[in-house]
């Protein structure tokens, strides 16, 4: 559905995309990783032209996007920024409405799927009337995705959603964003510089490095057949407990089976003690 | 004699032309700030995209402000006349750098990721601006069309230098008749409307513009726009036209006499010493009030009325001397008489004219004129004492001062130290008074009126004739005071009305009664 060819872009005469090429099918979740500044934010910003590239070119699809009105094409793309780039000066049910309203949609269609989504996203309808400098890190987070999600996008644009929150509301969060039913058959493309975050929500991941692809595929090709030394050492500090969660063995993975371990280890403690 | 009024009874009797003036001041104001409004945010703005042309656009525009508002009234005169256009046109240039730049500093100051994240959500370019960044924007640009609009209160008090009315009228009149009621009456409305500009325009600031309809903002404008225009003052036919200065239009021997003595009818505009000969030679005034002895004259080809019922006090000029330097050098009362006679209007007006006019030098004038006269002595040796010379702060007062220094050193063994440019009136009489310097220039009608200042019914008993004010101000200042008035020197410096030669030619008026019968007539 998405098909990237070639893509190029320099700044100041450096190049920031090499050549990058790939390919995500409907419904499905690609992850661009990388380190600070390989050109992640960059590949996607290319994606709904805020960034035009140099060279190669973007297929949504099978239409090339570069001879689309930009605006047309970003209504229909949901975008989460990186540093969720909620409008001060409106509040959440009004950073919500923008797209809705550039589409034209009536009031009341506007308002079943502000309050459908802030309940999805676990949000207080109270909430709706605050200004986004009165919520949470967290609470910011959800509102930048609702946003997005408003218009029901068939594609979803994510910069680092999670970037500036703390590692456990992180977890939380992402927990639940993967488990919303909004976002199973979009076709999301995710840009984040976290192994763990990556492996849990792609279904693809295409790994960056200043620049170029280093290798895309599935978490488990990555994992287990890594293309160059680059790779394998990239992920070498999360190798054991990323293998855990993917070695497959009867139908569990290892860490599955490990967690039911433990709970039945602990079940022995109880019943011990109340013996 | 309005001493004893109080500012809340001269308010009250002011009242009608208090109102008209604040309304005038108003329109001004608020014209002004519409068109630079309507001009200067789109530019903030299209400087806040081509950063390039920020540095040229606010440079020009800070240059406009640091003209001084007289010298940039003054350079409209020729183009735009007189009145309210050129007063408006001013205060615009004013405010254009606290908006302009205002505007650029808040779009500039936008989080940039807030505008990334509208384009990324599909607004066109127009949407980003009005939805997003002009609300932000807002408040900052705001402070801007504050800044300018308190700014502009204050500058359109000089509005009316240029017969565009408004509360300066007021405090120039009251300034020039030294009235503290009449300052007051101008200055206290004109600091009002700032401060209650200001606070409705900070309410406004405190909106936020994405709840305002475009229309309810551009409403008001238009509101603005047609009432200002309604309380201008009103265009100026094709009679003739005065233009008086705030000081003219407040004095019995100015207008009020005009109006008592001669029955004059003219439609008058009151306008600032500065630019009403300028005014006049460019045709946009008929008939100004003025120095008889001043360089303008003949600098801008005019001539003076003759005042043929005597309403104008008669301003002879001579110097006034402390007596005890009179007692201690003897010699110089002789010195001093040298000049007496020597001096009529007419030549005055030209070493004036040499002087404002042409930049010479008032010692170069002073010791020109000397020599032509067989004055000019080489300096004797001094030693035997210093005298100090005093003089106002306007060239002729310069050119007397020099002409009695090179006196006094050419025929005396004294020093001379000359002060020079103390200010006005009050301030050389003052030090005179004081024992700061020992002698000035003074005229008749000015100690007699100014210092003096005798009850009406002491006045009404003068006659206006030059010897008996020379006798009554002598007699005074030697008995008050201890000051000697010496010789006449032979001009009178005197109020007139002046017109264009060719036009008083043409409409054969040679003095005020022959004005005003053309005015009856026409
Ligand atoms: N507008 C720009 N002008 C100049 N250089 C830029 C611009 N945007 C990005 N770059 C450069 O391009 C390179 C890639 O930037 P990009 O933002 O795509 O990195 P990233 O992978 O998203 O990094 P991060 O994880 O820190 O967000 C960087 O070296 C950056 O400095
Ligand atoms: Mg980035």
Redesign the pocket.
């Given at each position: 559905m998405i098909k990237v060819e070639n893509l190029s872009k320099k700044?100041?005469g450096?190049l920031?995309?090499d050549q990058i090429s790939f390919e995500v099918g409907v419904g499905e979740t690609m992850v661009l990783l990388?380190?600070?500044?390989?050109?992640?934010?960059?590949?996607l910003r290319m994606i709904n032209r805020l960034?035009e590239p140099d060279g190669g070119s973007v297929y949504i699809d099978q239409e090339n996007v570069g001879g689309q009105q930009p605006e047309l094409l970003r209504r229909r793309i949901g975008y989460v920024l990186?540093n969720h780039g909620l409008f001060p000066h409106y509040t959440v049910l009004e950073n919500m409405s923008v797209v809705p309203k550039l589409l034209e949609w009536d009031k009341e269609k506007i308002r079943n799927r502000s309050m459908e989504l802030l309940d999805k996203l676990k949000l207080d309808s109270t909430l709706g009337k605050q200004y986004p400098s009165a919520l949470s890190g967290g609470q910011q987070q959800r509102v930048g995705l609702a946003r997005a999600l408003m218009a029901d996008p068939p594609i979803l644009l994510m910069?680092?959603p999670f970037g500036a929150l703390d590692n456990i509301t992180r977890a939380d969060i992402r927990r639940e964003f993967t488990e919303l039913d909004e976002l199973a058959k979009k076709t999301i493309i995710l840009?984040t510089?976290d192994i763990q975050e990556a492996f849990e929500m792609g279904d693809k991941i295409c790994l960056?490095d200043k620049?170029k692809v280093m290798q895309y595929g599935t978490p488990e090709e990555l994992l287990f057949k890594p293309q160059s030394a680059f790779v394998a050492s990239f992920l070498k500090e999360h190798k054991l407990l990323l293998e855990l969660k993917f070695l497959k063995m009867g139908g569990h993975t290892a860490w599955e089976l490990l967690e039911q371990l433990e709970l039945g280890k602990l079940k022995e403690i109880l019943f011990t003690l109340e013996g | 004699m309005e001493e004893s009024q109080s500012l809340g009874q001269f308010m009250v009797q002011q009242s009608g032309k208090l109102f008209s003036q604040t309304l005038t001041h108003i329109s001004l104001t608020l014209l002004s700030m519409v068109f630079a409004i309507a001009i200067a945010v789109p530019l903030g703005i299209w400087i806040a995209r081509r950063r390039r042309f920020s540095g040229p656009v606010l440079g020009f525009a800070g240059i406009l402000q640091t003209i001084p508002s007289i010298a940039l009234l003054g350079i409209m005169i020729p183009f735009l006349g007189i009145g309210p256009k050129p007063a408006i046109l001013a205060l615009f240039l004013y405010a254009l750098l606290p908006v302009i730049r205002n505007t650029y500093t808040g779009i500039t100051g936008v989080d940039p990721v807030v505008v990334d994240a509208a384009k990324g959500m599909g607004m066109s370019n127009w949407q980003i601006l009005i939805k997003v960044e002009l609300p932000l924007a807002f408040p900052v640009l705001m402070a801007g069309i504050r800044t300018a609009t308190v700014i502009n209160v204050g500058v359109a008090t000089l509005a009316a230098y240029i017969a565009a009315g408004g509360l300066g009228e007021f405090i120039f009149g009251g300034i020039a008749l030294n009235n503290s009621n009449m300052i007051l009456a101008g200055a206290i409305p004109a600091a009002l409307l700032a401060v209650m500009l200001d606070f409705l325009l900070s309410r406004v600031q405190q909106l936020s513009l994405k709840r305002v309809r475009m229309v309810y903002l551009i409403l008001p404008f238009l509101f603005v726009l047609l009432c200002s225009f309604y309380f201008l003052p009103s265009k100026i036919g094709g009679r003739m036209l005065a233009g008086f200065t705030p000081e003219f239009m407040g004095r019995q021997d100015g207008y009020i006499g005009l109006k008592e003595v001669y029955k004059l009818k003219i439609e008058t505009v009151v306008i600032s010493d500065a630019v009403k000969y300028k005014a006049a030679y460019e045709g946009k005034l008929d008939v100004i009030d003025g120095y008889s002895t001043d360089g303008r004259l003949k600098a801008f080809d005019l001539v003076t009325l003759k005042d043929d019922q005597h309403i104008f006090p008669p301003y002879y000029a001579a110097p006034v001397v402390r007596q005890a330097v009179l007692k201690k050098y003897p010699e110089l009362e002789m010195v001093l008489n040298k000049l007496s006679g020597l001096l009529n209007d007419e030549e005055m007006t030209r070493l004036n004219y040499d002087v404002d006019k042409l930049k010479q030098s008032p010692e170069k004038v002073a010791s020109d004129f000397l020599s032509a006269h067989h004055l000019l002595q080489p300096a004797l040796p001094g030693g035997k004492g210093i005298i100090r010379i005093g003089s106002k702060v306007f060239g002729e007062q310069y050119i007397l001062a020099q002409m009695y220094k090179m006196l006094i050193r050419g025929y005396s063994h004294l020093d001379v130290e000359t002060k020079t440019g103390l200010g006005g009136t009050q301030i050389c009489f003052d030090a005179l008074k004081n024992d700061q310097i020992d002698l000035y220039p003074e005229y008749t009608g000015t100690g007699l009126l100014v210092i003096l200042h005798p009850s009406p019914s002491v006045l009404n008993g003068i006659p206006k004739d030059k010897d008996a004010v020379f006798n009554y101000v002598k007699k005074e200042f030697n008995h008050q005071f201890n000051l000697t008035w010496l010789k006449p020197i032979g001009f009178n410096n005197s109020y007139a009305l002046m017109m264009r030669r060719k036009q008083a030619a043409n409409l054969n008026i040679k003095s005020i009664t022959d004005l005003v019968h053309h005015l009856n007539e026409n």
């Amino acid at each position: 559905m998405i098909k990237v060819e070639n893509l190029s872009k320099k700044f100041d005469g450096k190049l920031a995309v090499d050549q990058i090429s790939f390919e995500v099918g409907v419904g499905e979740t690609m992850v661009l990783l990388g380190t600070s500044g390989c050109g992640k934010t960059t590949t996607l910003r290319m994606i709904n032209r805020l960034i035009e590239p140099d060279g190669g070119s973007v297929y949504i699809d099978q239409e090339n996007v570069g001879g689309q009105q930009p605006e047309l094409l970003r209504r229909r793309i949901g975008y989460v920024l990186q540093n969720h780039g909620l409008f001060p000066h409106y509040t959440v049910l009004e950073n919500m409405s923008v797209v809705p309203k550039l589409l034209e949609w009536d009031k009341e269609k506007i308002r079943n799927r502000s309050m459908e989504l802030l309940d999805k996203l676990k949000l207080d309808s109270t909430l709706g009337k605050q200004y986004p400098s009165a919520l949470s890190g967290g609470q910011q987070q959800r509102v930048g995705l609702a946003r997005a999600l408003m218009a029901d996008p068939p594609i979803l644009l994510m910069d680092e959603p999670f970037g500036a929150l703390d590692n456990i509301t992180r977890a939380d969060i992402r927990r639940e964003f993967t488990e919303l039913d909004e976002l199973a058959k979009k076709t999301i493309i995710l840009v984040t510089h976290d192994i763990q975050e990556a492996f849990e929500m792609g279904d693809k991941i295409c790994l960056m490095d200043k620049g170029k692809v280093m290798q895309y595929g599935t978490p488990e090709e990555l994992l287990f057949k890594p293309q160059s030394a680059f790779v394998a050492s990239f992920l070498k500090e999360h190798k054991l407990l990323l293998e855990l969660k993917f070695l497959k063995m009867g139908g569990h993975t290892a860490w599955e089976l490990l967690e039911q371990l433990e709970l039945g280890k602990l079940k022995e403690i109880l019943f011990t003690l109340e013996g | 004699m309005e001493e004893s009024q109080s500012l809340g009874q001269f308010m009250v009797q002011q009242s009608g032309k208090l109102f008209s003036q604040t309304l005038t001041h108003i329109s001004l104001t608020l014209l002004s700030m519409v068109f630079a409004i309507a001009i200067a945010v789109p530019l903030g703005i299209w400087i806040a995209r081509r950063r390039r042309f920020s540095g040229p656009v606010l440079g020009f525009a800070g240059i406009l402000q640091t003209i001084p508002s007289i010298a940039l009234l003054g350079i409209m005169i020729p183009f735009l006349g007189i009145g309210p256009k050129p007063a408006i046109l001013a205060l615009f240039l004013y405010a254009l750098l606290p908006v302009i730049r205002n505007t650029y500093t808040g779009i500039t100051g936008v989080d940039p990721v807030v505008v990334d994240a509208a384009k990324g959500m599909g607004m066109s370019n127009w949407q980003i601006l009005i939805k997003v960044e002009l609300p932000l924007a807002f408040p900052v640009l705001m402070a801007g069309i504050r800044t300018a609009t308190v700014i502009n209160v204050g500058v359109a008090t000089l509005a009316a230098y240029i017969a565009a009315g408004g509360l300066g009228e007021f405090i120039f009149g009251g300034i020039a008749l030294n009235n503290s009621n009449m300052i007051l009456a101008g200055a206290i409305p004109a600091a009002l409307l700032a401060v209650m500009l200001d606070f409705l325009l900070s309410r406004v600031q405190q909106l936020s513009l994405k709840r305002v309809r475009m229309v309810y903002l551009i409403l008001p404008f238009l509101f603005v726009l047609l009432c200002s225009f309604y309380f201008l003052p009103s265009k100026i036919g094709g009679r003739m036209l005065a233009g008086f200065t705030p000081e003219f239009m407040g004095r019995q021997d100015g207008y009020i006499g005009l109006k008592e003595v001669y029955k004059l009818k003219i439609e008058t505009v009151v306008i600032s010493d500065a630019v009403k000969y300028k005014a006049a030679y460019e045709g946009k005034l008929d008939v100004i009030d003025g120095y008889s002895t001043d360089g303008r004259l003949k600098a801008f080809d005019l001539v003076t009325l003759k005042d043929d019922q005597h309403i104008f006090p008669p301003y002879y000029a001579a110097p006034v001397v402390r007596q005890a330097v009179l007692k201690k050098y003897p010699e110089l009362e002789m010195v001093l008489n040298k000049l007496s006679g020597l001096l009529n209007d007419e030549e005055m007006t030209r070493l004036n004219y040499d002087v404002d006019k042409l930049k010479q030098s008032p010692e170069k004038v002073a010791s020109d004129f000397l020599s032509a006269h067989h004055l000019l002595q080489p300096a004797l040796p001094g030693g035997k004492g210093i005298i100090r010379i005093g003089s106002k702060v306007f060239g002729e007062q310069y050119i007397l001062a020099q002409m009695y220094k090179m006196l006094i050193r050419g025929y005396s063994h004294l020093d001379v130290e000359t002060k020079t440019g103390l200010g006005g009136t009050q301030i050389c009489f003052d030090a005179l008074k004081n024992d700061q310097i020992d002698l000035y220039p003074e005229y008749t009608g000015t100690g007699l009126l100014v210092i003096l200042h005798p009850s009406p019914s002491v006045l009404n008993g003068i006659p206006k004739d030059k010897d008996a004010v020379f006798n009554y101000v002598k007699k005074e200042f030697n008995h008050q005071f201890n000051l000697t008035w010496l010789k006449p020197i032979g001009f009178n410096n005197s109020y007139a009305l002046m017109m264009r030669r060719k036009q008083a030619a043409n409409l054969n008026i040679k003095s005020i009664t022959d004005l005003v019968h053309h005015l009856n007539e026409n």
